[in-house]
């Protein structure tokens, strides 16, 4: 019986092609400061030995392949460096969700106004909706007037993005945080 071929995932190092993995007999070999040349990719090879650095294929589908010489390892590490911090710049926006009856009385309406006065200082997003259960849809205006004055009440705190729209059995409105 025979062995199923293996696969293997390519490393990070085989993102880009160094040194002898570069398998074209020309190049055209950039670096700073100086004008781009066309060369054999062995003289190219030995002349990134000489300077105890690696001949790094930069763009393979050109006509010939550009290459540069430079310290592989260093250029990897640089751009996880990189990497690393655009992810940290990233905010991730959070969307907190605070749901209403049709018949919400004043304290509870009080309540959960001032859990969305908390989420939106912190920067999150906030989806209030009313709820419609059974028959409670004959009260549609109740629940667009509940909204709205959630809305008015938190105007300080976020901006309506957008006005209460009735979806299903669902009544929903999105605020978000104001910028300082």
Do not use: W
Request: with cysteine; aromatic share 8%; proline share 6%.
């Amino acid at each position: 019986m025979r062995k199923p071929r293996r696969t293997f995932k390519p490393r990070q190092e085989e993102l880009n092609r160094i040194n002898d993995r570069i398998r074209v007999p020309q190049i055209r070999l950039v670096g700073d400061g100086q004008e781009p040349r066309i060369m054999d990719t062995k003289d190219a090879i030995k002349l990134a030995d000489e300077q105890d650095l690696d001949l790094v294929e930069i763009s393979p589908k050109a006509k010939p392949p550009v290459c540069k010489i430079m310290d592989y390892k260093k250029f990897l590490y640089n751009q996880k460096k990189k990497e690393k911090e655009l992810k940290a710049k990233q905010s991730k926006v959070t969307i907190k969700e605070i749901r209403f009856g049709p018949n919400t009385e004043e304290h509870d309406f009080n309540f959960k106004l001032d859990h969305a006065k908390k989420f939106l200082k912190d920067g999150a997003k906030v989806k209030a909706f009313v709820f419609f259960r059974g028959r409670t849809i004959v009260f549609k205006d109740r629940g667009e007037i509940l909204l709205l004055r959630f809305a008015q009440e938190l105007s300080d705190y976020g901006t309506l993005e957008l006005m209460p729209k009735l979806e299903g059995k669902r009544m929903t409105i999105m605020i978000n945080p104001k910028k300082d």
